[in-house]
């Protein structure tokens, strides 16, 4: 019968620089005695957290330091997400130093924001930082907030900002919608925000404030400019996927031999769902923890000790391919060797060759903007079963004919999409998803605005909008179908726009346009292995 693990618990108030005090929970595996301590930070505490499970945890021998970030649960100051991560991690690093237990080992674990947290001292290079394990979140603070511009929901924003300061707040997911939107947050929090102005008011990838502390300079390419040992993980329907396939893809040799990344079929929740969703896929052996318990010691065990590996391996790409597992290795995600070019045609179809030209024209009303259902990764809202084909007047739907064998699609992809519209500015949304017997799930994404890469658009002029596809891995039985869905708007998940010329949250009004799909040049681009 195995013993019952009574950790010793430490409790203090550890002060930042600023004179703030944070929360701070020691799990000592012993009363007595000096260990690698693993450091965890989190802004998602409750006020008065149960202890019992911090007192019965297996940290197979670690030191555990759990940190409420500031503004948060126990911790004084105020929470503005990201500003002061940097100072209070670096803080929190000198007061373990200090500590009768630190052995002079320290190992960063976190996940979402709780990543973040480390990511935003990590290319500082401490040399007492011998390992991290660092799961769904991407390095640039651009990517987390705009996809091509358009910015994404920020309802993460809103309930982070003071969380613990400010309890009211005026906000409803149509809160967005606010013509202007620039100035909106004297009307959600009732004060000036400038965290949260900063964060819509910046939507070009090129602009100068993305170069600084504020606009996430600290945590910028903090994997690849750091020497740290450091597992990423990530799933296909991650909000982060393709970020961190770009962190991955970023590093040099010398520093991707030295780390590992997973990618499940999972979303946001990456190491596997509870339980199986009710009529959903189930992807057998596909829960990280199912192959490869204590997954994340395994991990800062090899590294400090050089215990093998078995799941994990360093310098590769673990992945499983959905519809089809197991998982697979590769040390870069590569395209599927063999190219599917499939036309976007007249009667809504999709054809392996192009037939005569046409044009497929909507009403596009931002007053009354599409929903779709889940999300390709972009944002939030995962796998999700889709609504039938050409739902309203407003969604565009093409269909493949049957596949006549199973296929193995994988990498990235792509959409070139021939358009014109009656306004001056506009968007398009592209969704790709697979028909498959138990009903239509979204695969992948993508959006853009005709002005991004046609500033001098006319209205009537035709237009090529080019569309990426984040890298995924699914099969394609005999049978099923691909279907690819466009329209101009994509709610909750995207800023609804206008239909005006200009920055999308100066808009002090919106207008109805006709927006027009040229059919016969429309692409999608796929790549795909045969399977026997």
């Known amino acids: ?28 595996p012993q009363p007595n005695g000096k260990f690698p301590t693993i450091i965890k930070r989190n802004p998602y505490a409750d006020i008065t957290p149960e202890m019992e499970p911090f007192r019965t945890e297996n940290t197979h021998g670690y030191a555990i330091v759990y940190q409420e970030c500031r503004g948060t649960g126990r911790s004084e100051g105020d929470c503005i997400p990201y500003i002061n991560e940097h100072n209070d991690g670096l803080d929190t690093l000198d007061w373990i130093r200090k500590q009768d237990f630190y052995n002079g080992e320290l190992f960063l674990e976190g996940a979402s924001y709780l990543s973040s947290v480390h ?97 996430g300079s600290d945590y910028s390419n903090a994997v690849r400019d750091s020497n740290v040992p450091v597992l990423l993980a990530t799933a296909f329907y991650d909000i982060y996927t393709d970020g961190i396939f770009d962190i991955w893809n970023s590093l040099p040799e010398s520093r991707r031999k030295d780390c590992a990344l997973i990618v499940s079929p999972f979303d946001h929740n990456w190491s596997g769902y509870g339980k199986d969703r009710e009529g959903y896929p189930v992807f057998p052996n596909a829960r990280i923890r199912e192959v490869c318990p204590d997954w994340v010691y395994v991990w800062f065990d090899h590294i400090r000790k050089g215990t093998p590996l078995n799941f994990i391996r360093r310098g590769e790409i673990a992945y499983y391919p959905m519809f089809h597992g197991p998982w697979k290795y590769e040390k870069q995600f590569s395209n599927g060797t063999k190219t599917m070019k499939l036309y976007l045609d007249q009667d809504r179809k999709l054809l392996s060759a192009p037939e005569e030209k046409g044009e497929i024209t ?26 039938k084909p050409d739902s309203r007047y407003d969604i565009i739907s093409f269909l493949s004919e049957p596949f006549e064998k199973n296929l193995l699609i994988k990498g990235t992809g792509t959409v070139d999409l021939h358009v014109k519209s009656t306004a001056p500015d506009t968007c398009f949304y592209v969704r790709l998803s697979i028909v498959r017997e138990d009903g239509t799930l979204v695969l992948r994404d993508d959006i853009d605005t005709l002005c991004r890469t046609n500033p001098d658009y006319q209205p009537g002029e035709t237009a090529v909008l080019h569309f990426d596809f984040a890298e995924h891995c699914y099969e394609v039985k005999k049978g099923e179908s691909l279907r690819l869905d466009v329209s101009s708007s994509c709610v909750p998940h995207f800023l609804v726009h206008t239909n005006r010329k200009g920055p999308m949250i100066e808009q002090t009004g919106a207008d109805i346009a006709y927006n027009t799909v040229c059919t016969g040049d429309s692409l999608l681009t796929l790549y795909f292995d045969e399977l026997f």
């Open 119 to 215: 990511f935003s001292y990590l290319k500082t290079n401490q040399p007492d930082i011998k390992a991290a394990c660092l799961m769904v979140q991407d390095t640039e603070r651009y990517n987390l907030l705009y996809r091509k511009g358009v910015l994404k929901n920020r309802s993460w924003s809103v309930s982070m900002y003071k969380k613990k300061t400010l309890r009211k707040k005026n906000f409803v997911p149509e809160t967005f919608r606010t013509l202007p939107l620039k100035g909106i947050s004297k009307i959600i929090f009732g004060e000036q925000a400038d965290f949260f102005e900063d964060e819509i008011s910046h939507p070009d990838p090129a602009d100068p404030f993305w170069l600084t502390k504020e606009g």
């Open 1 to 28: 019968m195995d013993s019952i693990i009574k950790n010793t618990l430490l409790e203090y108030m550890v002060p930042m620089r600023d004179g703030v005090n944070l929360y701070t929970l020691v799990q000592l």
């Open 362 to 387: 909507y009403l596009y009303n931002p007053y009354a903007p599409a929903e779709f259902k889940g999300s390709g990764c972009y944002t939030f809202g995962s796998m999700q079963f889709q609504d």
